[in-house]
């Protein structure tokens, strides 16, 4: 007899064809930067489960004994971590239960910082409330436990300062639906066959949903869905108008889109030539092109750094000379120590004088170099200088004014680079910043992979690339406005 759980109840509350698959374990494998974030999880609960010490740990258990043991503590008012419950074919199992009078609080553990997420435990919280109502205990309270975005560490973790707690009780109590959802999700659950779903917003909300490449890879090669207003691709989609061809001439489309729309339609790739002279005047010789490789992780490792803090470990510079001569820089922490008043000190050593230091996109690079110049005050004139000096590469792009329409919609250097110089990342064995993160975190600092010579010279190799590519783009960027 399938089960409903409470992340496939959240599964069905995306998309019903997602909660099948999921029934059927038959969802892509997860990406490493999932695995990742899935990994944080336990290691936040450890330090909240600090802060309840009389707390009884019901997470090792198997299914049966764990109920049986949870209806034991249940009747001793414990509070209990993990208590299960199971009422028909429904079976959740609640991060938190605590004693409360007559009732009692029900607590979800989330290892995320971002408080506009706070909405999205409404239903999963709502699920836990309705089944565990159904045993004839009375939820009075209902909490979300999550990371304290500004706690800054400073020697141990003080639990007490990294959990945040939300209350969660009016807004868990009006989620609605919740019967009529769970009689449609069983129903979903018993069928032979994928639910014939129409993709739609749900299809990145409230998570980017893993079946994207299943759904959507029958579109048509250039689609609405490339378009950059996304309340008018999804208008069309709805209304049948799939291929950007069939979009009707009068139909009136923002500058960006007609820009899709007039590349899609002539196959060509559309370049806006005095836009990007207008940029390339802005580019002050040399040009240090730059770019950081970052981790972060739930729980602050080093001190002077906060929950999902992004913490530079690698750098690639090249710097480009007017006549030509090319410099290449490089530097990949050891993992020993936190890496960033090093790799501070030698970027220090080799940004000078003049010039543009470029990047591709610019936020990124600017948030962390701002967060170092706030952490390590001593390098803040250094660092404000350069940021001064930032130039962002991504603009001409992110404008549209050169685009193919192999980008699909999209100014990533990953969807540029092949875009305007036809060189890729596809022969490297690190081919995405996620990957190298995730890959220096488990070898280097989680000790979860070893460290070798290959590893880290695939990782000087990917974020290498990085920096060459933007070479590269600007010398195809000069040769169009000759
Ligand atoms: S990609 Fe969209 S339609 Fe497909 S399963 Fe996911 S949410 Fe549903």
Not at 211 to 236: D, E, I, M, S
Request: hydrophobic share 35%; glycine share 4%.
């Amino acid at each position: 007899m399938a089960t409903l759980t409470k992340s496939k109840y959240m599964n069905g509350g995306q998309c019903q064809r997602l909660l099948w698959f999921a029934n059927k374990k038959q969802l892509p494998e997860s990406s490493l930067m999932e695995q990742h974030r899935f990994s944080q999880g336990p290691i936040f609960e450890k330090y909240v489960k600090q802060i309840y010490p009389n707390g009884v740990e019901l997470g090792d258990l198997d299914f049966n004994k764990n109920i049986e043991k949870t209806k034991e503590l249940v009747n001793d008012k414990k509070l209990i971590f993990e208590a299960g419950f199971k009422v028909d074919e429904l079976f959740i199992r609640a991060d938190i239960l605590e004693p409360n009078g007559d009732g009692w609080n029900l607590y979800e553990i989330k290892a995320s910082s971002d408080e506009k997420k706070l909405k999205i435990y409404f239903p999963d919280l709502a699920f836990q409330k309705y089944v565990i109502e159904k045993t004839g205990l009375k939820i009075k309270k209902c909490f979300v436990l999550k990371l304290n975005k500004e706690y800054v560490k400073n020697g141990e973790i003080e639990a007490e300062k990294l959990v945040e707690k939300h209350d969660v009780t009016e807004n868990v109590e009006l989620v609605g639906n919740i019967e009529e959802n769970v009689q449609k999700y069983l129903e979903t659950l018993k069928e032979e066959d994928e639910p014939p779903i129409t993709i739609s917003v749900n299809c990145n909300r409230p998570y980017e949903c893993s079946l994207k490449a299943h759904c959507w890879g029958t579109l048509p090669t250039n689609n609405v869905l490339h378009l950059t207003n996304w309340r008018q691709y999804w208008k069309f989609f709805h209304e049948g108008i799939i291929d950007i061809k069939d979009i009707p001439k009068e139909e009136e489309l923002k500058p960006k889109d007609e820009v899709i729309r007039k590349a899609a339609l002539s196959c060509k790739v559309v370049v806006a030539k005095e836009e990007i002279k207008h940029f390339m005047k802005t580019l002050k010789y040399p040009l240090y092109h730059f770019d950081f490789e970052t981790f972060d992780t739930a729980v602050p490792i080093y001190d002077k750094s906060r929950p999902y803090q992004k913490i530079p470990f690698q750098y690639s510079l090249h710097i480009q000379h007017e006549d030509g001569k090319l410099e290449h820089f490089e530097y990949l922490a050891d993992g020993k120590e936190d890496p960033r008043l090093k790799l501070l000190e030698r970027l220090k050593d080799e940004i000078k004088g003049k010039g543009s230091v470029v990047v591709f996109n610019k936020s990124f690079e600017k948030s962390v170099l701002t967060k170092l110049a706030e952490d390590f005050p001593e390098h803040k004139d250094w660092i404000e200088v350069v940021l001064s000096r930032l130039i962002d590469l991504a603009v001409p792009f992110q404008n549209f004014h050169y685009y193919c329409p192999t980008q699909k919609g999209k100014y990533s250097i990953k969807k540029v680079l092949p875009a305007i110089t036809g060189k890729g990342y596809e022969n490297l064995e690190i081919n995405n910043g996620g990957d190298a993160s995730i890959l220096y975190y488990n070898s280097h600092i989680a000790n979860k992979e070893e460290v070798n010579d290959k590893l880290r010279q695939n990782m000087l190799n990917y974020c290498g690339l990085d920096t060459e590519a933007m070479v590269w783009i600007v010398d195809e960027l000069s040769k169009l406005i000759k």
